[in-house]
């Protein structure tokens, strides 16, 4: 739990920081709310308290020049909304040099005798104006209401999503003072905020009534009554700006942003983009989401399916909340933390498969075949409890085999030649164990340690059946092993060898014994005794299976086999027997390799 915990807490953290730390991701970020912005707002009806006059290309058709703005004509546009009735004037031209002196001090005295307020706009330090300009933008504007026109761009696009309302000398904005004239100054934001852009009625109106300079006087004095109304340009390449509201190619007059500004100061409105604590809590839910979907297990392909699904349909969700009138709910940062919530569940759950793989290889895999191997891992889940298997109760067949004189033999080689024999011989048995499906478990010297039917507990007495044959098959073969192997080592002057071997079937506790250091796949219980037992017993007894091998086997084994093969195996009794270590006698089998060589003697029993 607390490993799922760090995965969520610190997939939504990276997502969240990345989303603002690293360039492109932070711009995908503004650039798909912009789109939500520009798509998806719902529809809002027309402000009523801000109308738009503006200059546009037919306000000049009859003008020498386009800038700067004639001042006779926008004293009379001032004078004809002083006589409607309006709010409140704000002038988005910037006065920084003058025109004919009688048209320059006819607007002046229009902006300054006005029965309404007129706020004139300034320009901050950063504004790249001559001293001259600035010396004549600030004696044209005393005694008026001021307000800075200075649009904060966005470093990545260069896009206005933020409003200062406040310059670096505590000069305000033009809708700040604008607001604070249309008395709304106890509410303003002194900080920076994201702008909250007045959504229109339909795709044919625009947020504010707008109208041309020219056509002013011909308009209704109700349709601006009460209004503020903003006046500037609408010129191309003049004064033009890219917004969230501008479609690829366009852009947005300074005025109207300043309209859109202003509209979200008196409403007291705010971003509807979802707040930080919001959108963390969206990356913590999305990143455990996507550590859930990673712990189904699925397979690559349709995991990275469903995520994009998924994923698909957190967007289609994002937009239709946001179209609903919701709020705008980031995209990038939750996206983020779901695909970060999926890789670091499957790299956590990749590296957890690949210590239990090795917990397991390193119990089982040198000494199994790749089928066994196969299903060992298949069935993890079953036996496995964290990065060991777990202790169960199951019913398997032990292998136990031993060389017949193996001291006598070590006394006669030299270590070298020993290690290598003892080698090949190792090599060739664990490989009959694995391709009969056992598995070796460990050696004892020269002893074979091998169980059929562990660590995946047998379910039926079928499959308890089949695996005792295959011991016993096993241990046939491993006789006849030694035929090939006894000629090869005579050949190189080393001693042949017998083997004996003792199988039993029965119940065991099996699992991993140890610590971090060394652990072991252990088999407790008396079955794995009594399959040692019956080795030892073998020297008792005279007879062979064949030329080089003695098996003995226990009952339930041999009734086993029998059940499961039928006539295919022989085996000749040797009776109820008193084995070391228990009050009670054991019955007892000799195996016969009808498809061995001679098996010498014929006598049972010690």
Known sequence: MRLLVTIVLGS???????????????????????RLIAGAAPARPQHPGIALVLFGEDSFAGLACRSPVDRGMLAEVIGTLEAAGVRAIGIDVLFDQP??????????????????????????DQTPLTERQRRFLDGFTEGLPRGHANLAKDRLDAAVRWHVPFGGDGTPSLPVQLARTGGNGGNLPVEPFRIDWHGRPDAAATPFPVYPAEAVALLPKEWLAGRTVLVGTALAGIDQHRTPLSPA???????????????????????????????AALAVLMAAAGAAVAMAGLPPWLLATAGLMLLAGAWAGGAALFGAGGPLVPLVSPSLAWAGGIAAMTAQMSLRERADRR????????????????????????????????????????????????????????????????????????????????????????????????????????????????????????????EAL???????????????????????VAGSLGGLRHSEYSLLGDTANTAARLEAYGKTVDARSSRHCRIIVGDPTWQAVRQAAGDRHAALPVGEVSLKGKTRTVRVWLLVDHDGTDVGGTDIGG
């Open 99 to 124: 025109t004919l002196p009688a048209l320059d001090e006819r607007l002046r005295r229009a902006m300054l005798g006005a029965s309404v307020p007129v706020v004139a706009i300034t320009a901050l």
């Open 359 to 482: 917990t397991l290889m390193r119990l089982f895999a040198n000494h199994v075949s790749q089928p066994v191997a196969d299903e060992i891992w298949r069935e993890r889940a079953t036996f496995m409890a964290g990065s060991r298997p777990r202790p169960q109760q199951l019913t398997a067949t032990v292998l136990f085999s031993d060389i017949e004189g193996f001291t006598t033999i070590c006394e006669a080689l030299e270590p070298e030649p020993l290690i290598r024999w003892l080698e090949g011989y190792l090599d060739a048995m664990v490989r009959i164990v694995g391709t009969h499906d056992g598995v070796v478990l460990r050696f004892v010297g020269d002893a074979i340690l091998a169980v059929f039917g562990a660590p995946v507990a047998r379910t039926s007495q079928d499959q308890i059946d089949a695996d005792a044959a295959r011991a016993v098959a096993c241990a046939l073969q491993m006789g006849r092993e030694l």
């Open 12 to 34: 939504a953290v990276l997502a969240l920081a990345a989303a603002r730390l690293v360039p492109p991701l932070r711009a995908a970020d503004e650039t798909l709310a912009d």
């Open 486 to 508: 006894n000629r090869q080592w005579q050949a190189e002057g080393l001693p042949p060898v017998g083997i004996r071997v003792g199988l039993h079937t029965g119940p065991l």
């Open 249 to 279: 190619g366009s852009s947005t007059p300074g005025v109207e942003i300043e309209a859109h500004v202003l509209a979200q100061l008196l409403d007291g409105r705010s971003s509807p983009r979802l707040p930080l604590a919001g959108e």
